[in-house]
């Protein structure tokens, strides 16, 4: 089964509503640490505002890292640090290390 022919509107409406679904489930999953993102999918929180912040700057649109930061995480990411993020285990280290070389 092949995807539907989508008009270019219809597919960036879907795909925005998609972002938004997947940017407030990271936001209900407070307990899922960005350092666990990252070793099962290679990409985290802050990999995604970045990636919004890129594709901004693509048209024209300047973003300051922590506004974007702010946009994923639904408050300013010194917050969320305080209120969710955890001190990742020696075994989360070992498997990001492994997994991202030199990131």
């Known amino acids: 089964m092949s995807a539907p022919d989508l008009d270019p509107a219809t597919r960036t409406e879907l ?6 679904r997947l940017v407030a489930h990271l936001r209900e999953r407070t307990d899922v640490q960005n350092i666990d993102l990252m070793n099962l999918a290679g990409f985290c ?11 901004a700057a693509e048209k024209g649109v300047t973003i300051a890292d922590p506004d974007a930061r702010e946009i ?15 001190e990742a ?4 280290k ?10």
């Open 72 to 86: 994923v995480y639904g408050m300013p990411y010194k917050e969320w640090q305080a209120k969710y993020q955890k």
């Open 89 to 92: 285990s020696a075994e989360q």
């Open 45 to 55: 929180r802050n990999c995604l505002s970045r990636w919004y912040r890129e594709e």
């Open 15 to 20: 795909e925005a509503a998609a972002f938004r």
């Open 94 to 103: 070992a498997a990001f290390a492994k997994a991202n070389p030199g990131h």
